[in-house]
T-cell receptor, first 110, second 114 residues
Framework: EDKVVQSPLSLVVHEGDTVTLNCSYEVTNFRSLLWYKQEKKAPTFLFMLTSSGIEKKSGRLSSILDKKELFSILNITATQTGDSAVYLCAEETSGSRLTFGEGTQLTVNP | NAGVTQTPKFQVLKTGQSMTLQCAQDMNHNSMYWYRQDPGMGLRLIYYSASEGTTDKGEVPNGYNVSRLNKREFSLRLESAAPSQTSVYFC?????????????FGAGTRLSVL
């Protein structure tokens, strides 16, 4: 089983700060890397990355993949209290399976 | 939009009891998945069904069985519940077309086994 490691596991910031969340993965049969946001219930999809060096952007959130160094980062600028959540990174491998990391618990204080 | 619907939302069982968790999706997706989520361990795949009529084991299948009843429904059965199966269970579905295996999740079932 491929391993996905996220860091930090927990992060507390103030509103307006910029945060960078990290995700490293192993490479067996890599197809894509996905980011999800999980508030109280179901994880919701944020980004899927397949190509190295191409940034995906949605409002204040952006993500990029480095296939040579086997990692991805998720950036959130001008954080808001509504960004408080667990952010999950997952690697898609063969057989349409996702291997998830532990997640990063982000807390944004007013 | 219903998406992925799981029932029940909460359940308390005694050790040795059996139960079935239900999952249905209305997005005409081919693939469906069952995960469990425990503190500090992320989401771990229990079983998945790549298409109607097929099921495969995931990372943690022991103590569980699944049935892909039709394209919409994928159930997870605990035959003899154990305290180690206390967890939050998520069902997900995906389509391998344009969306390229983005998985969509249900709201989860919180299960406690006493």
């Amino acid at each position: 089983e491929d391993k996905v490691v996220q860091s930090p596991l927990s992060l507390v910031v103030h509103e307006g700060d910029t945060v960078t969340l990290n995700c490293s993965y192993e490479v067996t049969n890599f197809r894509s890397l996905l980011w999800y946001k999980q508030e109280k219930k179901a994880p919701t999809f944020l980004f899927m990355l397949t190509s190295s060096g191409i940034e995906k952007k949605s409002g204040r959130l952006s993500s990029i993949l480095d296939k040579k160094e086997l990692f991805s980062i998720l950036n959130i600028t001008a954080t808001q209290t509504g960004d408080s959540a667990v952010y999950l990174c997952a690697e898609e491998t063969s057989g349409s399976r996702l291997t998830f990391g532990e997640g990063t618990q982000l807390t944004v204080n007013p | 939009n219903a998406g992925v619907t799981q029932t029940p939302k909460f359940q308390v069982l005694k050790t040795g009891q059996s139960m079935t968790l239900q999952c249905a999706q209305d997005m005409n997706h081919n693939s469906m998945y069952w995960y469990r989520q425990d503190p500090g361990m992320g989401l771990r795949l229990i079983y998945y069904s790549a298409s109607e009529g097929t099921t495969d084991k995931g990372e943690v299948p022991n103590g569980y069985n699944v049935s892909r009843l039709n394209k919409r429904e994928f159930s997870l059965r605990l035959e003899s519940a154990a305290p180690s199966q206390t967890s939050v269970y998520f069902c997900a579905s995906s389509d391998r077309g344009v969306a390229k295996n983005i998985q969509y999740f249900g709201a989860g079932t919180r299960l406690s086994v006493l």
